[in-house]
C-alpha cells in the first residue's frame, strides 16, 4: 500500500492510483488533412508529371497537321518515384512494471494475471504506441534521411526508418524556391533570433514572412484554390503569427484582437490559407544541433545583409497539399498493430509493420521562405 504524508505530518494509507496520467504527445500535423496518400505501395510507385498547355491554339486559315504559329505541338510527360521502405515497430512490456504500482483491480486474475489483453493498462499501451507512429511519421515525412551515417554525434537512427523526406527531396530539386533551398528575406532581428531553435519571433517578422512566401509563390500555385493549399511553418512562426493577431493595440483590430485573446482559435489562416504548426519541425532541428542528424541542406542559405553562411530554424513552406504524397501500404499505420501476450517470457509484446515513403510534385507548386538578418 501506499503510504502518504499530509502537512501536519500524520501518516495514513493511500490507495492504489486509479488513473495513469500520460505525458501529453503533440502530433502537429493531421496526415489526412494535409496531404495526399497513396494506398497500396509495396515498394515503389511511379508518378506520371503531365506540365500544363499554354498558347496551343491557333486561327485556323490554313491546311496543315502542325502548328504555323510556333505554338507547343507535343505533349510530354515526365516522371517521379515514391521508394516505400519496410517499417516495423517492436515494444515489449512485462507486467512487473505496473505490479503494485497501478489498477491493481483491472488486473487478471490467477496464472492470467500477467496477461493485460483487454485491459486498461493494455489500452494505454496501444495509444501510445499509436501517438508514436503519427509522431514519427510527421517528422520523417519532412526530416527523414536514409543516409544518416555523415552526422558526428549519435544518430538517430528514427530519421533513417522511412528512407528521404520532402526537405531532402526539395533540396535535390533546383527550381524549388532558391536553387532547392528556402529563398531567405531580410527580418527586422539578429542572427540568434532566425538560427536558434525555438527564438521567439515578433509579431511583425512573422507577418513579414507569411506574406514573403504568399506574395513570391510560383503563379500556378497562387491559382490554386486557398482550401486546397497549406502554410506549414515552424511553431515560432505561428506563435508569433497568432501574437499579431491578438494584439489588441493593433489599429482597426481591438475588437477582433480583445475576441481572439479571449477565445482563441483551433486553426489559424492567412488570407484563406490554413497556417499548420509544424512542432516535429523544431524536433528535427534541435537533433541537428546535438548532431544526431546531417543539417538538412533546403535550410542552409545566406544572409541578406552580408551574405554570411546560416543554418535557419525559422521556416515557411507554402504547398498545394494535393502536391505533397505519402506512399503506404496502408491507409492509417497507426492502426496496424498486434498486441498479444506470451506465456514463456510473460510479457506483452506489440508489433507493427508497414511501407511509407515520400515524395512531391510540382516544384510549381511548392515554395519555401525563411527570414534572416
Known amino acids: 500500500m501506499a503510504i502518504a504524508t ?197 509579431s511583425d517578422d512573422a507577418q513579414t514572412l507569411l506574406q514573403k512566401a504568399y506574395d513570391n509563390a510560383p503563379t500556378q500555385l497562387k491559382k490554386v484554390p486557398a482550401g486546397e493549399k497549406r502554410m506549414f511553418v515552424t511553431p515560432n512562426v505561428y506563435d508569433g503569427y497568432y501574437a499579431s493577431l491578438t494584439q489588441v493595440g493593433n489599429a482597426g483590430a481591438v475588437d477582433y484582437g480583445h475576441s481572439m485573446s479571449q477565445a482563441g482559435r483551433d486553426r489559424l489562416y492567412f488570407r484563406g490559407v490554413e497556417v499548420v504548426p509544424m512542432y516535429e519541425w523544431d524536433t528535427a532541428l534541435t537533433a541537428v544541433g546535438a548532431n544526431s542528424l546531417v543539417q538538412p541542406a533546403v535550410f542552409t542559405t545566406t544572409e541578406v545583409t552580408g551574405g554570411a553562411a546560416i543554418n535557419v530554424t525559422n521556416a515557411c513552406i507554402y504547398a498545394a497539399k494535393s502536391n505533397l504524397f505519402i506512399g503506404t501500404d496502408t491507409n492509417s499505420p497507426e492502426t496496424q498493430l498486434k498486441m498479444f501476450y506470451d506465456e514463456v517470457s510473460d510479457k506483452m509484446y506489440i508489433r507493427s509493420h508497414f511501407t511509407m515513403g515520400f515524395q512531391f510534385g510540382w516544384s510549381s507548386l511548392i515554395y519555401g521562405a525563411c527570414l534572416t538578418p
Open 6 to 202: 499530509n502537512g501536519i505530518n500524520t501518516a495514513y494509507n493511500g490507495t492504489y492510483a486509479s488513473k495513469i496520467l500520460l505525458e501529453p504527445m503533440f502530433v502537429s500535423d493531421d496526415i489526412m488533412r494535409n496531404y495526399t496518400i497513396y494506398p497500396n505501395v509495396k515498394y515503389k510507385k511511379q508518378l506520371i508529371m503531365a506540365p500544363e498547355l499554354v498558347g496551343i491554339t491557333e486561327a485556323n486559315s490554313a491546311c496543315g497537321a502542325t502548328s504555323s504559329c510556333g505554338q507547343t505541338n507535343t505533349f510530354a510527360v515526365t516522371d517521379k518515384h515514391i521508394h516505400a521502405h519496410n517499417v516495423a515497430v517492436k515494444q515489449e512490456q512485462c507486467w512487473t512494471t505496473f505490479k503494485d504500482e497501478v489498477i491493481v483491480e483491472s488486473y487478471r486474475n490467477g496464472i492470467n494475471m500477467p496477461d493485460l489483453t483487454g485491459t486498461q493498462i493494455a489500452e494505454v499501451i496501444i495509444n501510445r504506441v499509436r501517438g508514436g507512429i503519427k509522431s514519427d511519421m510527421t517528422r520523417n515525412m519532412w526530416a527523414g534521411l536514409a543516409d544518416n551515417s555523415a552526422a558526428s554525434g549519435t544518430n538517430d537512427c528514427t530519421y533513417e526508418s522511412m528512407g528521404n523526406g520532402l526537405w531532402y527531396h526539395l533540396a535535390q530539386d533546383s527550381s524549388f524556391a532558391d536553387s532547392g533551398k528556402v529563398k531567405a528575406f531580410k527580418g527586422a532581428g539578429a542572427t540568434a533570433d532566425y538560427n536558434v531553435v525555438g527564438a521567439a519571433m515578433s
